[in-house]
């Protein structure tokens, strides 16, 4: 199955696991391309999310990082043509940590998705408490896996190629294959 990654804000760094999986020998990723990574305008990841799933096909799955996360839900309450979408560390857009240049996020629409959804969360991430990140995997109508205290899941939180992340997504993309 084809994956597309849509990073967070400024994208993944070089030892961010998306970057990592998309350098993994067998795995068919890709990353979506924004506008611009630092400047992130709702508008512009929601058609650059719609230009690569159009571009890949239906049987991609879309596996998205924290402000990431809010365009491809968005998107997938709207009937978005791919396989199944795995949120991991989606931020809370009412929570103190959240970022004022991605503002323009928080009037993105949560609806249930209407493709296969994992919600995928950190028990102690700055960005996103236990209790929002449940409310939103039931929002969006995602199955939800909390890992426990790994902070925001990403590369400060020193995952690498993060084979536990890889294997519950493979697990999921194996439950939804035709």
Known sequence: MKILTVPGIDGSGP????????QREGAD???????SWSQPQAGNWLEAVNREVQHLGSEVLIVAHSL???PVAHLAGQELACRGIVLVAPPDVHGPAFPPVALGFADLA???STVPALVISSSNDPYCTPTVATQLAVRWGAEHVDLGPYGHL???AGLG????GWNVIQDFA????L
């Open 68 to 70: 990431g996360c809010l």
């Open 110 to 112: 949560a609806a249930p």
């Open 15 to 22: 030892g961010h696991w998306q970057s990592l999986w998309e």
């Open 29 to 35: 990723c890709t990353r979506f391309s924004p506008s």
């Open 154 to 156: 990403n590369e400060s």
């Open 161 to 164: 190629q993060w084979d536990r």
């Open 174 to 177: 194996g439950q939804i294959a």
